[in-house]
């Protein structure tokens, strides 16, 4: 058999290895060159790799949850029988035929299908719950060694542990699916060789609660009940690809920034004049103007006067990083979850090529069609929940950004001007702040920034 092995392709800046999530192809099939092969999501986005060329498929390297470093084994082909022959071998500056990486945001995304899960007591052995009445029991908190002998974590989480000389292996993961996370090495090298009580709980029929009492969370393990008169009363699906990712990031962001929320309202009833009167322009020019677009350009002049809220901490030099570029992340809602493409140099865009950016990356985010670099770079985040905006909500960071501003639906509210109440259109606005670096009277300010520019429209548009 003449054999061809396929490596997994440099995928993007930074980025030195992926997670498998679904599988388009098994051993045995025949394959054709640019063929869709497997769907990889990185700490960026999803990337649907495709096939350097044509072959049977002779072993998949990685199953659908499993990490595949860049430049490792993804695909073996056979390329026997007439098919075409393997590239001589790579040296030392050469990684072979490079296949194509597409950024993939899917509204239906791959390796979501349903799937059954039994509970074994290999499974609660495997989540270190005994399945007996409580018991406690005392194991040396660096005695702890990955059951696969190599630990998950992210690109970002093995740089830290290579800084700070930790062996992954010997840290006991938090993380989904049993990934390590930044926290899990901070908390590592204060536990030093201190004791950890176990406790395992009762385990009943027919549900099973697994749990482990700590200092590090383990995964807790729940047993689908039996089905009532043949009809499943549960179904699952991966905890995987960008909704794992999607969680990965929040956990990373709530236990990481110490958050703070600012909440006020702000009469747009001016903007919203101006916007109706700047719309018929605006459309002949094939232009959808928004108020986000507003919104976007004050929030850009506001940073401006605050440069600490457009700062990054970079937690692996403890420096404090002053963006002197403004790229905002839009936060965008598709099927497959929550996604933030950027407006690059919003600073020096006009109104109208922000509101276009903005309508193209959202077009393009329901459609699939974000190209990596449309999810990468933001320096401040922007969430509109529209309609559904209720009356305040506190954003979560898109970190390791310092703030995010969260937009509410305008509504018809009584307002006091010139000392009469009239009706206003007043939208309030949800402000979240990273209180390591920014003060609560700053955060404060740079809130009434926006709001000042939103009540003056003139202002923002002679500034803007």
Known sequence: MSRYDFKLPDIGEGVSEGEVVAWHVKAGDLVKEDQPLVDVMTDKASVTITSPKSGRIAELHGKAGE???VHSVLVSFDLSGGAEAPAPAATKNEQGPAATAVGDIKE??????????????AALAAAKVAATPTAVSTVAADDYMAPSGRALATPATRKLARDLGIDLSRVRPTGPQGRVTKEDLRAHTGRASAPVAVSAPVVSAPVVSATVAMTARAPVVIATPA??????????????????????????????????????????TALKAVRERLKPKAEALGVKLTPLAFIAKAAVLALKKFPILNAAIDESTNEIVYRKYYNLGIAASTDAGLIVPVVKNADKRS??????????????????KLKLD???????????????????????????????????????KPVVRDGQIVIGEVMLLSLSFDHRVVDGHVGAAFAYEIIRYLHDPDALLLEG
Do not use: Y
């Not at 703030?403 to 639906?409: E, N, S, T």
């Open 374 to 412: 449309d999810l990468q770079g933001s320096t401040f985040t922007i969430t509109s929940l529209g309609a559904q905006g209720g009356l305040f909500a506190t954003p979560i960071i898109n970190f390791p950004e310092v703030a995010i501003l969260g937009v509410h639906q305008i509504k018809q």
């Open 108 to 121: 239906s995304l791959p390796g979501m299908g349903s799937m059954t899960v039994t509970v074994t007591p």
């Open 67 to 69: 990490v595949v470093k």
């Open 351 to 368: 109104l109208l090529d922000v509101a276009r950016e903005i309508e193209r990356l959202g077009t393009d985010a329901k459609a699939s």
């Open 227 to 268: 089905s009532k008169g043949g009809e499943a009363l549960e179904e699952r699906v991966p905890f995987a690809g960008l909704r794992r990712k999607i969680a990965e990031k929040m956990s990373l962001s709530v236990h990481t920034a110490a958050h703070f929320t600012f909440v006020e309202e702000c009469d747009v």
